[in-house]
Structures are given as C-alpha cells and as structure tokens.
C-alpha cells in the first residue's frame, strides 16, 4: 500500500531535473532572441563589420544584407530556424568573418576544458593539503572551531585580480612565467593558478565546515570508546563531509567556466571565453549565441552528474535524512534553489547595451 508521502517524495526526486529542464529552455530561448533583446538591427552590424566605413550604412545595402540573411522574418519564425539548426549542430556563421560558429567553437573549447582541468586538478590539490593539516589538528586533539585566514582572503578576490597579481609577482617581479599567452608548458600556470586559488580557498572553507560537525557527531566518541582505529574514523567522516558536499563542488567547478573569461582574456589565451568576451564586444551575435548554449550545456551536465553521484553515494540516507545525527545543526544543500544559468545571459547583455 503507498503511503501518502510517497508523492512528494517522488515529487522532491524530480524536481531538480524540472529546473534543469526549466531553465534551459528559458536560457535557450533568450539566446535565440539575443538580436531582439538587444535592441540591435543585425544588418547594420554585419554591414559595419564588413565594409568597416559608417558611409557605406545605405538604406540600398541594408536592404541587400536583410534580404541575404532573411532578416526581414518574424522574430518567432527566426528562432524556430535557430534552433532546429542548433538541434543539428549548425549554429549559424559570425557576422564579423563570415566563419563557422561551430567550428570556431570547437576550436577554443578544447583549450578552455584544459585549462578548466588544470584548474580543477590544482583544486583539489590544494585541498586535500588544507584536509590534511585538519586531520593532523583533530588527531592532536588541537581542531578549533575557527576559519583560516587564509581561505577567507582567497574567496574573497575575484579571479581577475588573483591574475594581475600573479603577473606581477611571477612575471614581472621575479621573471618565472611568461605574462601571456600560450605556446609552452610555462604558460598553463599562472592561469591554473588564477582560477585554482579562489575555488580552493572556497572549497577548503566547505570541506573544513563539513568535516568538523562530522566529527563532532556522538558516533565520533562511540567509535572512539569501542577503540576503533583514529583512521579508520576519519576515513569514514571525509567520505561522510565529501558526499554533503557534492552540490556545493558542482557549483564550484561550473564557477571555473565562469571565470575562465576573464582569465583567458587577460592572458590571451585562446579559449571560449576570449572568443565569447569578443563576440560581445564585436556586436558579434551568432557567435555569442553559440558560445553561451555551449557554456550552459557544460553547467547543466555538471550540475546534473553532480546530483547522480551524490544520490548513487548516499542513496536511500539522502532522502530518508537519517545521515546527519539530530544534534548537529548541518543539512544537506537542496538543489531546488539552485541558480539559474540566466546569470550566463546577464552580464552579456548589459555588454552589449552599454556597447552600442
């Protein structure tokens, strides 16, 4: 016989797959609307960016590029268009060049995804020393409930200013790394570095967070009287901070797909994110459009592996909430509020209001 929760226990298990689904369609949708939302006649961009003289801007040679590109459509009729040819991996050709979007992104994509593991990989690198100084302070009987400094330094400077300042100590101070670009081994550093700090120092904050109201759970001293081995015991409450933690690392990894942007611009690496910065600033549309899709598709697999592996790590204790003893006052994130990959759109459209 169902018992009467059993709906929304069934209705909390899809829900975070609802808003993933919600928020691509409302995300792809405003994507393919970019040249109506912004407010800019596409004819007088590609006209602009091709002939490069304000003169040539004729009601003639308008009428040619509208007619050329079918521009004079419906804006509905031209985003159905859109996206049936995005659906088969046609994402239209740059109004700037005339070049395949989809190949110009297939060109930059791989160099971001490396460099976004490289990031990943010094991530994790630098956490599990700070996990490691934790466990060495809790076997000492020494792990204060205090937070480093160092950590709240970290989380608190963007990625951008974490790069000036490596290129100026590393570079030009000391003449170690090249400042730009990306030709050799020495140039992957200072941008893994760039990115890497800031999701370090956030993601050691959280596992340090975790880790010491696991510790601070009865079983702790239960274990601790049966005289179970002090490793076996940490073993145990990483494994158990870890998989409450697992959202919180899906953000943070889509969080270096965000910060890549700017990283790859200021050190001239050739990424998606330079190549979506300069579609911006170049009023460059279609490449943009794909860009965008192709940078909210990678949050949205993350996200959604992300919630996989916890619910596959956790299984039944995720819902029946009987994995976090009822003293302690830490719950697991919920991943019905999550944030919603408009803030990808945002900060581009304003880019290219302001550039008009």
Same mark, same amino acid.
């Given at each position: 016989?169902?018992?009467?929760?059993?709906?929304?226990?069934?209705?909390?298990?899809?829900?975070?797959?609802?808003? *993933?689904?919600?928020?691509?369609? @409302?995300? @792809?949708?405003?994507? %393919?609307?970019?040249?109506? !939302?912004? %407010?800019? &006649?596409?004819?007088?961009? !590609?006209?602009?960016?091709?002939? %490069?003289?304000?003169?040539?801007?004729?009601?003639?040679?308008?009428?040619?590029?509208?007619?050329?590109?079918?521009?004079? *459509?419906?804006?509905?009729?031209?985003?159905?268009?859109?996206?049936? &040819?995005?659906?088969?991996?046609?994402?239209?050709?740059?109004?700037?060049?005339?070049?395949? @979007?989809?190949?110009?992104?297939?060109?930059?994509?791989?160099?971001?995804?490396?460099?976004?593991?490289?990031?990943?990989?010094?991530?994790?690198?630098?956490?599990?020393?700070?996990?490691?100084?934790?466990?060495? *302070?809790?076997?000492?009987? +020494?792990?204060? $409930?205090?937070?480093?400094?160092?950590?709240?330094?970290?989380?608190?400077?963007?990625?951008?200013?974490?790069?000036?300042?490596?290129?100026?100590?590393?570079? !030009?101070?000391?003449?170690?790394?090249?400042?730009?670009?990306?030709?050799?081994?020495?140039?992957?550093?200072?941008?893994?570095?760039?990115?890497?700090?800031?999701?370090?120092?956030?993601?050691?904050?959280?596992?340090?967070?975790?880790?010491?109201?696991?510790?601070?759970?009865?079983?702790?001293?239960?274990?601790?009287?049966?005289?179970?081995?002090?490793?076996?015991?940490? +073993?145990?409450?990483?494994?158990?901070?870890?998989?409450?933690?697992?959202?919180? !690392?899906?953000?943070?990894?889509?969080?270096?797909?965000?910060?890549?942007?700017?990283?790859?611009?200021?050190?001239?690496?050739?990424?998606?994110?330079?190549?979506?910065?300069?579609?911006?600033?170049? $009023? &460059?549309?279609?490449?943009?459009?794909?860009?965008?899709?192709?940078?909210?598709?990678?949050?949205?697999?993350?996200?959604?592996?992300?919630?996989?592996?916890? $619910?596959?790590?956790?299984?039944?204790?995720?819902?029946?909430? +009987?994995?976090?003893?009822?003293?302690?006052?830490?719950?697991?994130?919920?991943?019905?509020?999550?944030?919603?990959?408009?803030?990808?759109?945002?900060?581009?459209?304003?880019?290219?209001?302001?550039?008009?």
């Amino acid at each position: 016989m169902m018992s009467a929760g059993a709906p929304r226990l069934s209705l909390n298990a899809i829900a975070p797959w609802l808003s *993933r689904l919600a928020s691509l369609i @409302v995300v @792809v949708i405003l994507v %393919g609307l970019m040249p109506d !939302i912004a %407010g800019i &006649d596409p004819s007088q961009s !590609i006209l602009r960016a091709r002939a %490069g003289q304000q003169h040539m801007l004729t009601p003639e040679a308008l009428a040619a590029v509208r007619e050329d590109l079918q521009l004079d *459509r419906s804006a509905t009729e031209r985003l159905i268009d859109w996206l049936g &040819d995005a659906l088969q991996g046609d994402l239209g050709v740059s109004w700037i060049d005339g070049t395949s @979007v989809s190949e110009g992104i297939q060109q930059t994509l791989s160099t971001s995804l490396f460099l976004m593991s490289l990031a990943l990989g010094l991530t994790f690198f630098l956490c599990g020393l700070g996990l490691l100084h934790t466990l060495y *302070r809790w076997k000492a009987n +020494k792990l204060a $409930q205090t937070h480093n400094s160092l950590s709240t330094v970290l989380i608190s400077l963007p990625e951008y200013v974490i790069a000036s300042v490596l290129i100026l100590v590393f570079s !030009i101070w000391l003449g170690l790394f090249p400042p730009y670009g990306w030709q050799s081994w020495q140039d992957i550093w200072l941008p893994s570095l760039a990115l890497a700090l800031p999701a370090s120092g956030l993601f050691s904050r959280l596992l340090r967070d975790s880790l010491q109201r696991v510790l601070n759970e009865p079983w702790v001293i239960t274990w601790l009287s049966a005289n179970v081995s002090p490793n076996q015991i940490l +073993k145990f409450a990483v494994k158990r901070a870890i998989s409450s933690l697992i959202p919180q !690392i899906s953000m943070i990894m889509i969080g270096l797909t965000g910060g890549a942007v700017a990283v790859e611009q200021i050190f001239s690496i050739p990424g998606i994110g330079r190549l979506i910065l300069g579609a911006a600033k170049a $009023q &460059d549309l279609p490449m943009l459009q794909g860009g965008l899709l192709v940078l909210l598709l990678i949050s949205i697999f993350i996200s959604s592996v992300g919630l996989l592996i916890q $619910q596959w790590i956790l299984g039944h204790s995720l819902k029946s909430g +009987k994995l976090i003893s009822s003293h302690t006052t830490f719950s697991f994130t919920s991943s019905k509020a999550n944030a919603s990959p408009l803030t990808l759109f945002l900060p581009f459209y304003f880019l290219l209001s302001f550039g008009r």
